[in-house]
């Protein structure tokens, strides 16, 4: 894995470990990133302001990589962990 690709992968398990849903959505802001989609982020309100700002900026400056971490789906930890979100 390259260093782009680790960081983006320890962004979305941090991600995952706050009040957030994460998920991958066709990039209505005409960015053309990875394949024109983009990450999109719900459930913010339970973070402070600094939080959401310091977020979002990591999740724009990683986007990218952040996509096509998830669309691939070959990180079977990445799998095990969606698969087991959603048991609840």
Do not use: C, F, H, Q
């Amino acid at each position: 894995m390259n260093r782009e690709a680790d960081v983006a992968r320890s962004l979305y398990l941090e991600l995952r470990t706050l009040p957030l849903e994460v998920r991958v959505e066709v990039d209505t802001r005409g960015a053309s990133g990875v394949l024109d989609y983009g990450i999109a982020v719900d459930d913010s309100y339970s973070l402070s302001v600094g939080e959401v700002d310091s977020v979002t900026r990591r999740i724009l400056d990683n986007e990218n990589d952040i996509v096509r971490l998830l669309v691939t789906e070959r990180d079977l930890d990445l799998r095990a962990i969606r698969k087991e979100s959603m048991r609840w």
